[in-house]
């Protein structure tokens, strides 16, 4: 590895630095961890402290990441919403308690202890003991009008109870999505094949700046207050004024707790390392505060966060748990995956029971033996890993994990994918699951939009032989469906109803529904829109749909094997009888445009007049492409607000031009060139 100077790790650093804030803050899909995050901007706070001739007011040490969004109004914080110093160790803590101690010249001093909420930070504004305006935490210095969305969650009182309030003050909290919540919410949009939030504090911001305050209310959030703001405070202490905010009705953590000693902090830190998992919410840390607000000003601010607290992060969560057996499990498309199915452990505030293994060169990799003792670390994410193995507790005479060589449910020899670890199983048209999960992606909402049938439906209907493939549950009627078990009048109906309107769904969806090999949502409307009908497509060669963007040779080839295969023959035959679509609207068959003809386009950032979906739409009617990535292929990149400036430093290299919305759209208009 080469030596680099400090200014060319200083300017790396900040590049990188400025990258996962918009990761994070922006597209709420952050790519390290918070830890790692802190490890980065610690090292350049240290290269930027020794070397001060490299100042630059838009360091990232010197801002806090934002979260703005269009479609709300900005509004300005009357006091900025700073960030807290990360620790990760009690010795760090313990620097801290005696830093204070020598800022306030060693005048006694006491701290609060409470738990550090994983949401998505809050102000609200009350005004006569009514609620007036909430604002998400954005820049630090504006942030979000989401005041209507906020006046749906249940614990956040917008009228305040009691008395002896300030006639005007700020509170500050987290909005929270609970464990409970989150699951439901995860296991819908499972169903529905929707991407799953990454962890509760993703759910609850994405759903706090939905613009429609009916879903906000059907998610079920939830706050914690933990600092009061104003010029008229009841008390003269953090912890008397927060003690007062639970009595006019907010909901104020009961682990908040006064400490006076270095002792009293640590053994704080070591019951919460533990209570913590009892909780139902999620927390990653505490926050210790300096009581005295007195105190809190003497010792004033950095340039980004109050010398007066200090933030204690835990570590993710993991434990060590025992294997109970691996099982292999058949996937819709035929692949074969290994999950470890374990003692039940509490893990983020769900009892963990199993873990995917992936594949075979995984459990390769981690040595895995029967009966093992896994780590299994979870960290607040949604998908539990195996992230090791205690060798130490292994039984001398276990054998190793060995991945099956036939498949699990029907018994057929597995095939291994060239260059790849996956191994499937090629007897597509009699293998149960893998015809049940044809059928119940077929059902889905991104897809045919069946309602009332899902995963437990479609094996109940497998199990008593009233569908064995997807143009079977065009024959159901409301009589078959009263047989079944835990099957009512209402519910027969609307599955019957959701069949019947699923012949007017889009072919470019019905291509997507049939699960063609490799053929995913993006591929399978390009591919729609450049064969028109079905009845095109099955007449193409595989040189001729290679020809269309989006389809390689390798998808082209599962598009013939595909299309020549008679049972595949069989069913759209029988879909077209029924009156499925086979080709495409009328509207969606008029001429295209050509004013994006042959060009390759980046979108990034957020837009005021059409939504990103939308602007992909009107790429692709233009005669353009939509790409995720920029290169020297790229054309240019429609760029809108919070661009992340990693994009922006990528064009300046490759010389790629990056258009405004405004442009964009006088460019596809004519108006410009």
Excluded at 64 to 84: A, K, N, T, Y
Excluded at 378 to 401: F, L, W, Y
Excluded at 441 to 468: K, P, Q
Aim: aromatic share 8%.
């Amino acid at each position: 590895m080469t030596a680099t100077s400090p200014s060319e790790r200083i300017h790396f650093l900040r590049n990188e630095l400025n990258r996962h804030n918009y990761n994070y803050y922006v597209l709420n899909s952050p790519e390290i961890s918070d830890r790692d995050f802190d490890i980065l901007m610690h090292e350049l706070e240290r290269l930027e402290a020794a070397h001060p001739e490299l100042h630059d007011p838009l360091s990232p040490t010197q801002r806090v990441g934002s979260d703005l969004s269009q479609g709300f109004v900005h509004i300005r914080h009357e006091r900025p919403m700073m960030s807290l110093a990360n620790t990760y160790g009690i010795d760090e803590v313990d620097d801290w308690f005696h830093r204070v101690g020598e800022g306030l010249g060693g005048e006694k001093w006491e701290a609060v202890g409470e738990l550090k909420f994983d949401g998505t930070s809050i102000s609200l504004t009350y005004e006569n003991g009514r609620l007036v305006r909430a604002v998400t935490r954005g820049d630090g210095t504006q942030g979000d009008d989401v005041t209507r969305n906020v006046m749906t969650i249940r614990s956040i009182p917008l009228t305040l109870q009691g008395c002896g309030w300030p006639e005007l003050f700020e509170i500050r909290g987290e909005i929270l999505m609970p464990w409970e919540s989150f699951e439901r919410l995860n296991k819908e949009r499972f169903e529905n094949e929707e991407p799953l939030f990454a962890n509760p504090r993703n759910a609850a911001s994405g759903t706090l700046k939905t613009l429609d305050p009916r879903i906000v209310a059907a998610r079920r959030l939830d706050a914690r207050f933990y600092y009061l703001l104003g010029d008229n405070l009841p008390f003269s202490t953090h912890y008397e004024n927060m003690q007062a905010a639970r009595e006019w009705g907010f909901k104020v953590s009961p682990a908040m707790k006064v400490l006076h000693s270095i002792e009293e902090v640590n053994s704080y830190i070591g019951h919460w390392d533990e209570a913590r998992r009892e909780l139902p919410v999620a927390t990653d840390g505490l926050v210790f505060k300096v009581n005295s607000l007195r105190q809190q000003l003497n010792l004033g601010y950095t340039a980004k966060s109050p010398r007066w607290a200090i933030a204690f992060k835990f570590n993710p969560e993991n434990a060590c748990t025992r294997l109970r057996f691996v099982s292999f499990e058949t996937g819709r498309m035929g692949i074969v995956t290994p999950v470890a199915n374990l003692e039940p452990v509490l893990l983020s505030g769900t009892i963990v029971k199993r873990a995917s293994l992936h594949n075979a060169d995984i459990i390769n990799q981690l040595d895995i033996h029967e009966r093992d003792w896994l780590y299994v670390e979870k960290g607040g994410e949604i998908i539990p890993k195996i992230t090791g193995v205690d060798t130490s507790k292994r039984e001398t005479d276990a054998p190793r994990i060995e991945f099956v060589s036939h498949c699990p449910a029907c018994g057929t020899p597995l095939k291994v994918i060239e260059g790849e670890a996956a191994r499937w199983c090629p007897n597509r048209y009699g293998c149960p699951p893998q015809i049940t999960g044809r059928i119940e992606h077929f059902c889905a909402r991104r897809m045919m939009n069946i309602d009332g049938i899902g995963e437990e439906t479609v094996e109940l209907l497998y199990r008593h032989g009233l569908v064995s493939s997807i143009a079977d549950l065009y024959k159901l009627s409301a009589e078959d469906l009263y047989k079944l078990d835990g099957m009512g009048e209402k519910s027969a109906l609307r599955i019957i109803s959701g069949i019947e309107a699923s012949k007017q769904v889009a072919f470019e969806r019905v291509v997507y529904a049939l699960s063609i090999p490799n053929v995913g949502e993006t591929t399978a409307k390009r591919l729609a829109g450049a064969v028109q009908s079905m009845d095109n497509m099955l007449a193409m060669t595989e040189e001729e749909l290679t020809r269309i963007p989006d389809v390689g040779p390798v998808i082209a080839r599962c598009i013939c094997d595909f299309l020549k295969e008679p049972a595949n023959i069989a069913t759209i035959d029988a879909l077209r009888k029924v009156g499925v679509q086979m080709q495409l609207s009328e509207d969606k068959m008029q001429p295209r445009g050509t004013a994006l003809e042959g060009k390759q386009i980046v979108i990034s950032g957020t837009f005021s007049l059409h939504s990103r979906d939308e602007y992909k739409e009107i790429i692709e009617r233009e005669g353009g492409r939509n790409s995720s990535s920029i290169s020297k292929k790229t054309s240019f990149v429609l760029a809108g607000d919070n661009m992340g400036p990693a994009k922006a430093e990528k064009c300046a290299k490759l010389g790629i031009p990056m258009i405004s919305e405004q442009d964009f759209l006088s460019m596809i208009s004519g108006d410009s060139e």
